[in-house]
């Protein structure tokens, strides 16, 4: 059963977009249908897939940004992944983006980024979004 349009005013998802094999569009716009006007939908604890580094399923460097069955190969080669697992591409391996997340919302939206630290300042500052580096 599916929920109505602009059901809810607020909407958190945990460490959840990691879990979703891309194209994850239409989960996103799935969210978006179900916000309500002036609704929230929180981000949270989903890796960032533009850090040099997988932080989250091998924890390797650069792993992240390789075509999948290579980083899947490197990652039962050394240890960091069981060769037996079905899951690879839900595993969380590569993360998610901030463009890929915000070229997915279709309507008006207001993004908020935390700003509490240095490196949130230095993006502002140079025109890109807050956020940008946060896993």
């Given at each position: 059963m599916s929920?109505?349009?602009?059901?809810?005013?607020?909407i958190l998802a945990n460490a959840v977009f990691e879990?979703?094999?891309?194209?994850?569009?239409?989960?996103?716009?799935?969210?978006r249908r179900v916000l309500a006007p002036g609704g929230i939908l929180m981000v949270r604890e989903t890796p960032n897939k533009y850090l040099p580094a997988d932080f989250h399923t091998l924890h390797l460097p650069l792993?992240?940004?390789?075509?999948?069955?290579?980083?899947?190969?490197i990652g039962v080669l050394l240890g960091k992944f069981e060769p037996e697992r079905q899951d690879w591409?839900?595993?969380?391996?590569r993360g998610m983006g901030h463009y890929e997340f915000v070229s997915a919302i279709v309507g008006p939206y207001i993004m908020h980024h935390?700003?509490?630290?240095?490196?949130?300042?230095?993006?502002?500052?140079?025109?890109?979004?807050?956020?940008?580096?946060?896993?």
């Open positions: 929920a109505g349009d602009a059901t809810f005013g607020f879990h979703i094999p891309p194209p994850r569009t239409a989960y996103i716009r799935e969210l792993t992240n940004w390789l075509p999948s069955s290579v980083a899947h190969r591409e839900s595993s969380g391996w935390e700003t509490t630290r240095r490196r949130h300042k230095l993006l502002q500052a140079i025109g890109l979004p807050s956020g940008l580096l946060d896993p």
